[in-house]
């Protein structure tokens, strides 16, 4: 038995709850080993994980990570990525999100 996209978003939501974003990365990396393409939703678990221990540079380099993998980032992307800008207290950064949303 083999682990599939399901499987791997799962655990990385496991992470994103625990706010493990050491753990939750580990498992990213672990897909793309395992020839597992992540998916929205997998990144958008990592993006959550970051949220919440206010990891925005890492929650923004995961955006980054998935435009140059030609995923579109959805609503569930932008709001766990404003919810970082908030627990970063970058108000600023937040409404830059809320606008690349809207747009």
């Known amino acids: ?8 978003c799962a655990v ?8 493990d974003t050491k753990r939750a990365e580990a498992w990213l990396g672990e897909m793309a080993k395992s020839n597992v ?8 678990a990592f993006i959550s994980a970051c949220a919440r221990k ?4 890492k929650a923004e380099g995961c955006l980054a990570e998935m435009a140059s993998q030609e995923l579109v980032p959805d609503v569930i992307s932008y709001s766990a990525l ?22």
Do not use: W
């Open 12 to 19: 990385l939501n496991a992470c994103a709850k625990a706010g």
């Open 82 to 103: 404003i919810h970082a800008c908030a627990r970063s207290a970058d108000l600023a950064k937040a409404k830059q999100c809320l606008e690349a949303m809207i747009s």
């Open 37 to 44: 393409t992540p998916d929205v939703v997998a990144y958008n």
């Open 1 to 8: 038995l083999k682990p599939d996209r399901i499987s791997y």
């Open 54 to 57: 206010g990891e925005l540079s």
